[in-house]
């Protein structure tokens, strides 16, 4: 699957509407994680949470999920209105409307967000809240790659923690992970895997490929799944 870079423009009615996204990750346990944007004040966090999602989503999320699983091709949530993320976190916001999205990447690049549900109500609790934290641009970037690790049972996942700016924003999917412990995200240091120090211009982690790390003082290992996003455009647009 290619990991290239993803470029600005969406479908027309996609950049006609304003509002969050929230990328979903995961098949057992379905988790969300916000498509965050360092230079727009309402969008600039990274947050992973769990929303309730009805029968009618899910299946449907999976169904095209398995008949696009070796493609360049991504899900997300849209939502109306530029309210707080802090609703989630605070638990002030238990619900709200969404679309389900297929989110595609043509051969130049250009990502397109395309509805394929009509909008249904999800339900949201704090205690699902794994990650919250404001994006800070002129925060350092750390020496190695540094992910946030989430999940449930034996499906972890990968964030890449957002330091400085500009950067990239990835999710993965692990295969075999070894130390890696499912729950609210953690910290992961891949060793030997240099930060790059800005927008990289693809991902730093090689599908099939496996690396070691450490989540404190605990060894991990984990090989490179699916990719559930990738941005390193929209992210940085001042």
Do not use: C
């Not at 969300?32 to 990274?46: D, K, N, R, T, W």
């Not at 800070?136 to 400085?164: I, K, M, N, R, W």
């Not at 895997?193 to 927008?199: E, S, T």
């Amino acid at each position: 699957m290619s990991t290239e870079p993803l470029a600005d423009t969406v479908s027309a009615d996609a950049a006609d509407r304003h509002g969050h996204r929230f990328l979903l990750i995961g098949k057992k346990t379905i988790f969300s994680y916000h498509l965050g944007l360092y230079h727009v004040p309402i969008h600039a966090f990274q947050l992973i949470t769990r929303f309730g999602l009805p029968d009618t989503l899910r299946e449907r999320y999976l169904a095209d999920l398995a008949a696009h699983e070796n493609q360049q091709v991504y899900y997300s949530l849209f939502t109306e209105g530029h309210w707080p993320l802090s609703e989630l976190v605070e638990g002030t916001r238990t619900s709200l409307e969404v679309e389900l999205e297929r989110v595609t990447v043509n051969s130049a690049g250009e990502r397109t967000f395309t509805p394929i549900l009509d909008a249904v109500d999800v339900t949201s609790r704090k205690e699902d809240v794994a990650h919250y934290r404001p994006l800070e641009p002129g925060s350092d970037y750390p020496d190695f790659v540094t992910e946030l690790s989430f999940g449930q049972d034996d499906e972890v996942h990968l964030a890449h923690q957002l330091a400085g700016a500009p950067n990239w924003d990835e999710v993965i999917t692990t295969v075999d992970p070894q130390g890696l412990r499912p729950g609210s995200a953690t910290e992961t240091v891949v060793l030997a895997v240099k930060d790059p120090h800005g927008a990289a211009p693809k991902s730093p982690l090689t599908p099939g490929t496996r690396y070691e790390g450490r989540t404190g003082d605990r060894a991990v290992s984990f090989t490179v799944g699916r990719q559930g996003w990738w941005n390193n455009t929209s992210l940085n647009k001042e």
